[in-house]
Nanobody
Framework: QVQLVESGGGLVQAGGSLRLSCTAS????????MGWYRQAPGKQRELVAA????????NYADSVKGRFTISRDNAKNTVYLQMNSLKPEDTAVYYC?????????????WGQGTQVTVSS
């Protein structure tokens, strides 16, 4: 089992910045990758960014490339999402995600979500 605790959401004006943090606990040795998803009202949850724990490979949604940066601190079991040049369309609940297990038995774990609101 993996537990994820997020922090760092809030209200910011367009063009501003926020940094989200997600700290994992529990069976952290089993985590392959971590990422951030978001869900806006009336929309499906979508991948924002992801990073592998071992090699640090990253993947971003096209809508955030060049503005958001995902990083990890393995010593602190924490993943960060630095969000710059925020836009009103970035408003959503942001969820931290961890993927564990071998490729034939992957499991997803989710944080409780943190609200990000960007005002115009």
């Amino acid at each position: 089992q993996v537990q994820l605790v997020e922090s760092g959401g809030g209200l910011v004006q367009a063009g501003g910045s926020l940094r989200l943090s997600c700290t994992a606990s529990g069976s952290i040795f089993s985590i392959n990758a971590m990422g951030w998803y978001r869900q806006a009202p009336g929309k499906q949850r979508e991948l924002v960014a992801a990073i592998t724990i071992s090699g640090g490979s990253t993947n971003y949604a096209d809508s955030v490339k060049g503005r958001f940066t995902i990083s990890r601190d393995n010593a602190k079991n924490t993943v960060y999402l630095q969000m710059n040049s925020l836009k009103p369309e970035d408003t959503a609940v942001y969820y931290c995600n961890a993927v564990t297990g071998p490729s034939n038995a992957l499991e997803d774990y989710w944080g409780q979500g943190t609200q990000v609101t960007v005002s115009s």
